[in-house]
């Protein structure tokens, strides 16, 4: 009987030879492209003004260096991209910190609940069952949601495949659009050349918003790109326009690749399209490394390596042809200055318009060392190529076998092998996004740049507030309750230490009287002194409950543990009484609705005044 890794592998095969619609069947991949679904569910109100970025590669890149120079110039903005890396929610920023994990959950939830309403019932015209709302479609809808909570000015948006028909075209307010370099990918549902493509991507355009391209795109995209603008009602600017924009660059600080100063001008043009008057140094901007996760970025694997490795490796989300070139430019110039080989960790989605042997022959020499890896494969990702046919394709180009892994093909295995195998000399870990989504989320493995995440705010605190009474919050839900809270405390809505911060002004210290800090330098003193006996009293339980047979003389150390822990208690209580000047009332655990948004609940009025008046 074959052995169930025989039997992986001979399925991975018939999968990389399957046309792409069986592929994507076989995935159960739910893309619907369309806007007919998703105009139902987002918010009827757009409070923000749209930067909607499209192409085939750079477009992430630009939405960050754009998110940067709002940072720079202190414009309120979000951020929505995709793929996320590494959670569904890092696909959301707002003024750059990530959005809190559980209100991108809540907003998930409200969209999928508003969904269910609108679509009871609903067909479209031919009759057909629209179906559900897909998981891009769901977190565009979410992320908009988020945009208008937030009260952000500017939403920068990345289309996610294609344009017109994309989820995200559903934004009802552009103020300008960017298109990145065009090139073949997604072909089985963009189209089969450059061309179609570039017509497709062109659909973000609309009428008198200005379109930004980035001038190295072909000409022959460039006379679709203009010809669709003609018939919208827009003008393309060419990014080659931002040159001067940018002559202030510190060339021997800043080395940029030939797609970076593209990205580069194509975000610089589109924000003097939205602010003519403002001005970006462009030294400032790349000083605040406006990266997004997985691009060119260094990586630690201490961790993963058991400490064997210590210099980071280099990852690269490069998954098609366009990007390949241009990793190979990269590493062929900046990491193979010495005669030892580059080890690669290479993990590609399977996909009939995926030029598979020509990526692997781009980027590999003779000399180098080869792990192919397959990611597992998440409810709606695209199914990994084999493992085994990309080492049929290294082995024509690496002669010596041992240079090439043969082990499981998981991406932890593939990288220790790897490292392994390098020694101290270069790694790149490249490929698919969904394989790097993957390797980020890897214990002991820590990218160089870490974006914080906003703080629980008033919705999350009023949503714990309800979970707790209905039962235990888990550890990490009491931690984001105590931070909801101290949020809440601190906001300058509430507090007058940081009430002139709202308007730009500092931070102002309250006076205290002498015999208020009196009080509470013996609050302190008497809490750490209880602090002490709690530690000391749980030593002592330890000792008595290893004596089996019981120890008189301990239990009265105990006793008198208890009684001078208690006795600094009093003392604690009695000091904070004096500096808060009231009592805490321990009925009072939970604030009120009232409480935390300064008016009163409208579901729990609307329900009151309906119960009055069946009275």
């Known amino acids: 009987m074959p052995a169930a890794r025989d039997i992986q592998r001979a399925l991975a ?29 987002v918010p009827e109100e757009q409070k923000w003004i749209g ?12 939405c960050a260096l754009l998110a940067g120079m709002f940072k720079l110039s202190g414009i309120s903005h979000g951020t929505y991209i995709s793929p996320a890396l590494p959670e569904r929610h890092n696909a959301i920023t707002i003024n750059g910190l990530y959005i809190n994990k559980r209100m991108y959950d809540m907003e998930l939830q409200h969209v999928e609940e508003a969904y269910k309403r609108v679509s009871s019932g609903w067909t479209f015209a031919a009759g057909e069952d629209p179906g559900d709302l897909t998981p891009f479609e769901l977190e565009t809808a979410a992320a908009f949601r988020v945009f208008n909570k937030m009260n952000v000015q500017y939403g920068i948006v990345e289309v996610g495949m294609g344009g017109a028909t994309d989820a995200t075209n559903a934004m009802k307010d552009k103020a300008v659009t960017v298109i990145s370099k065009i090139d073949l990918d997604h072909q089985e549902y963009l189209g089969n050349t450059i061309e179609e493509i570039a017509k497709v991507k062109a659909g973000i355009m609309r009428p008198g918003v200005p379109c930004i391209v980035d001038h190295t795109n072909p000409s022959s995209v460039m006379d679709v790109l203009r010809d669709h603008a003609r018939t919208v009602g827009t003008q393309v600017s060419l990014s080659s326009k931002a040159l001067p924009f940018i002559e202030s660059l510190d060339r021997d600080r800043f080395k940029l690749q030939d797609y970076e100063q593209q990205n580069l001008l194509c975000a610089t043009l589109a924000f003097r ?49 366009l990007g390949v070139e241009a990793l190979a430019k990269y590493v062929d110039g900046s990491l193979r200055k010495t005669s030892e080989p580059v080890t690669w960790v290479i993990g590609l989605s399977s996909s009939k318009s995926k030029p598979f042997s020509k990526i692997i022959e781009t980027l590999i020499r003779p000399e180098d060392n080869l792990a192919i890896v397959e990611y597992a494969q998440g409810p709606n990702d695209p199914p990994p190529a084999p493992a085994d046919l990309g080492r049929g394709v290294a082995t024509q180009i690496i002669q010596d076998e041992s240079r090439i892994y043969d082990g499981e093909p998981d991406i932890g295995n593939g990288v220790q092998w790897a490292c392994s195998k390098a020694d101290d000399g270069p790694v790149v870990v490249t490929g698919s996004l969904y394989m790097i989504r993957e390797f980020y989320k890897m214990e002991g493995v820590e990218p160089s740049r870490k974006i914080k995440t906003r703080r629980p705010g008033r919705s999350q605190l009023w949503r714990y507030i309800q979970l707790s009474k209905e039962r235990p919050l888990t550890s990490e839900e009491a931690r984001e309750f105590k931070q909801a809270r101290r949020h809440w405390y601190l906001s300058p809505m509430n507090s007058s230490v940081f009430r002139d911060v709202r308007n730009g002004g500092n931070p102002v210290s309250p006076s205290t009287p002498e015999s208020i800090q009196k009080h509470q330098r013996d609050a302190a003193h008497h809490k750490s002194q ?30 008198s543990l208890e009684k001078r822990r208690d006795e600094h208690l009093l003392a604690y209580n009695s ?41």
Do not use: C
């Open 273 to 321: 399209n939205l602010f003519p008057h403002l001005h970006i140094d462009p030294n400032k901007l790349l000083a605040l490394k406006p990266q997004l996760p997985g691009r060119m970025e260094q990586v630690s694997v201490a961790g993963l390596t058991d400490g064997t490795r210590q210099k980071s490796v280099l990852v690269d989300g490069a998954h098609n042809m």
């Open 51 to 62: 930067v909607h970025v499209g192409g085939t590669n750079g477009k992430g890149s630009i």
């Open 575 to 615: 000091a904070m009484f004096k500096v808060r000047g009231h009592a805490v009332d321990s009925e009072k655990k939970y604030m009120s609705f009232e409480d935390i948004f300064r008016q009163p609940d409208k579901r729990r009025s609307r329900i009151a005044a309906l119960l009055r008046k069946r009275t």
């Open 530 to 559: 209880a602090d002490g006996y709690r530690s000391a009293i749980r030593s002592a339980k330890k000792d008595m409950d290893s004596n089996e047979d019981g120890d008189g003389e301990l239990s009265k150390v105990l006793e």
């Open 13 to 41: 095969r018939i999968r990389a030879v399957m046309p792409a619609q069986k592929q994507s069947a076989m995935a159960n991949r739910n893309i619907k492209l369309g806007l007919e679904r998703i105009s139902r569910v």
